[in-house]
């Protein structure tokens, strides 16, 4: 199956500072990328979409000055988080949409990036 | 009320019993059905994939779709305490149309 990786798998970082998430595809292209939040025992939140090579979609009530996201290559895409505050602290987890052999809707998840900002 | 719905659970069998997890959703354009497994601060995996209405099974997993009731399950035989993890339903229209996931059930096996 498709591989998807991310990094750091955890992150702590004060107040008032960005952190970068990157997630990459390690075995396949992949021209869309999502990430999605997470708070406990709670579904995925998708964040946005992110093309290659173009802007990222947010969905509603994102700020995307605060999530910056860049998808600069087919196997990665990063998410910045600039000024982070305490309320930023959640489960943040990309996927990436395998197009190979098959209907164009299947999402391969990476493991995940655990934020806390002190 | 929203696309896709699914019970939260949290639901608890014993070992060996057959578990049966359902999503019910109100979009008829949804053509491709998918569960997912998550375990606690891990991200979700691909678990069964199915385009359209029907079956597929996949070892001790199948997956039904009903598209006549918008109704899909997924039943988990001879069920294990590995099994124990949230489990989400989602799908989609197809083309660039997004993902919408359920709510996703927790299940737990008991030994």
């Known amino acids: 199956g498709a591989v998807v990786s991310q990094h750091p798998s955890w992150v702590i970082c004060k107040s008032g500072t960005s952190v970068k998430i990157e997630c990459r595809s390690l075995?396949?292209?992949?021209?869309?990328m999502f990430w999605y939040r997470q708070f406990p025992k709670q579904s995925l939140m998708l964040m946005a979409t992110?093309?290659?090579?173009?802007?990222?979609?947010?969905e509603q009530g994102v700020e995307k000055d605060k999530f910056l996201i860049n998808h600069a290559s087919l196997t990665l895409s990063t998410l910045t988080v600039t000024s982070a505050h305490p309320e930023d602290s959640s489960f943040y987890i990309c996927?990436?949409?395998?197009?190979?052999?098959?209907?164009?809707?299947?999402?391969?998840f990476g493991p995940g990036t655990r934020l806390t900002v002190l | 009320q929203k696309e896709v719905e699914q019970d939260p659970g949290p639901l608890s069998v014993p070992e060996g019993a057959i578990v049966s997890l359902n999503c019910t959703y109100s979009?008829?354009?949804?053509?491709?059905f998918m569960w997912y497994r998550q375990y606690s601060r891990k991200g979700p995996e691909l678990l069964m994939y199915t385009y359209s209405s029907g079956n597929k099974e996949d070892g001790r997993f199948t997956a039904q779709v009903d598209k006549s009731s918008k109704y899909i399950s997924l039943f988990i035989r001879d069920s294990q305490p590995s099994d124990s993890a949230t489990y989400l339903c989602?799908?989609?229209?197809?083309?660039?149309?997004?993902?919408?996931f359920g709510s996703g059930t927790r299940l737990s096996i008991r030994p």
């Open positions: 989602a799908m989609s229209a197809g083309g660039a149309s997004k993902i919408i």
């Open positions: 992110s093309n290659e090579g173009s802007k990222a979609t947010y």
């Open positions: 075995d396949f292209q992949a021209t869309t």
């Open positions: 979009n008829s354009a949804f053509q491709y």
């Open positions: 996927s990436a949409r395998d197009v190979r052999f098959q209907p164009t809707d299947t999402q391969y």
